[in-house]
């Protein structure tokens, strides 16, 4: 669990600090919920 923390962490902040980059990265149905989605996956 420890490493999950850790990965979840970072994960989280590049998503919210960049959107624009989240959704070309292939999340463009998710732009919506980006941080949510991409939160959920990387878990």
Do not use: D, L, N, R
């Not at 902040?13 to 998710?30: L, R």
Request: aromatic share 6%.
């Amino acid at each position: 669990m420890q490493h999950a923390s850790t990965s979840t962490k970072p994960f989280y902040v590049k998503t919210v600090g960049p959107p624009t980059m989240a959704t070309m990265s292939g999340k463009s149905e998710q732009s919506s919920t980006t941080e949510s989605s991409g939160w959920h996956e990387s878990i």
